[in-house]
């Protein structure tokens, strides 16, 4: 499985972005990310998920995720993002902090 992720944003505007294969990963890493994308219904989400009115200061997150099989995109903002979703965006943000200060 391949992942792409963004998040932009915030109130200082900084990117932050990461690319995982679950194949690079440890079994246990992997099965992890595996568990937050099937908790998230992440292949059932719509596509775009963002206020009708922009809040300044807001992230938003743009996950990319190849399963082979099955494709799927989301843009999401952090002031609708369903809770389902919020562990997966906590640790896609947390693992490319940790890849960045590498």
Known sequence: MHID???SGGFAGMRLSC?????????E???????????????????????????????EYRVNVDAGEKQ???TVSDAVAPESL?????????????RRKG
């Open 19 to 27: 690319s995982v294969d679950t194949d690079h990963l440890s079994p």
């Open 86 to 98: 919020r562990p997966l965006l906590n640790y896609l943000t947390t693992l490319a902090i940790v």
């Open 5 to 7: 992720f963004t998040r």
């Open 72 to 74: 799927h995109s989301i």
């Open 29 to 59: 890493q992997a099965t992890e990310v595996e568990k937050l994308i099937d908790n998230a219904g992440f292949f059932e989400l719509p596509e775009k998920l963002v206020p009708e009115q922009p809040r300044p200061d807001r992230f």
